[in-house]
């Protein structure tokens, strides 16, 4: 598919007056801007293409639902309908992800790993919409406030996994399709509770935001799974945020290949 072809496509699953509709060329992004909002959002042509030739009719339904429900929390956001302290959650990001939005406000963000980064949103239900500064002083909250509610806010979502052994090892997934999935590697008491259960090395994963995945790693095997595991998810996903696993020991999250070389300068040491 060519991205003519793409735009002309969503033009046509999307055909509002409201719309503007502008195709960056050298950097091959396509602009979005909501005429009545007086906002717009940016898809990356290519990726959307790839997504279209893995996945065909489903991905361009996907584009459209996200395009439609964007705008409409903006809508509400705009009608000063998303303002309940209840409704704000912590999200989880690559760090190469925008840390500014479309209309250049710096977005809210914590540091969490060398491979990701926290944001904060404001759910609309369907979709949500996350917090830059602009909108933070339009909430009257401070950055701190901000960040106790999330905090909060995440240990109230559900935590019920699946298990599955493959060659020896355990793997569970926390898949509830909520759009916050990820965002349970915040919660301190959750993956405390999944330690006691584990018997060998305890892996935590976020390939994409609508899956966690929890690893008892028993053996080498179970290394070689997960890798394989996490880069599938990672490739496949709507939101991908890292293909790298992370050891959960003492209550720190480690990348599984540093941790490896640790081991490996350790034994070389001790020869």
Known sequence: MKPTEL??????????????????????????????????MTLGVPQVINRYEAKGEAAIQEIVYTITETFDAMEKESKGELKSSEHIYPVIRSTSFPTES???????TSDHTAETRVYYALDAGTTYRLIDENMLNSLSLTVEQLKEIA?????????????????GNVFYFLNENDGYDASRILNETFLKDMKTKITGDMTVSVPHQDVLIIGDIRNETGYDVLAQMAMHFFTNGKVPITSLSFIYE????????ILAKNRQNKENDKK
């Open 7 to 40: 735009i002309n496509l969503l033009k046509e699953r999307m055909p509002s007056e409201q719309l503007e509709w502008r195709h960056d060329r050298e950097k091959n992004n396509l602009h979005i801007r909501h005429k009545g909002i007086g906002k717009g």
């Open 151 to 167: 905090k909060f806010q995440v240990k109230k979502l559900k935590t019920a996994v699946k298990e599955d052994k493959v060659a």
């Open 250 to 257: 003492n209550g720190e999250l480690e990348p599984i290949f």
């Open 102 to 108: 479309n209309e250049g406000h710096k977005f809210v």
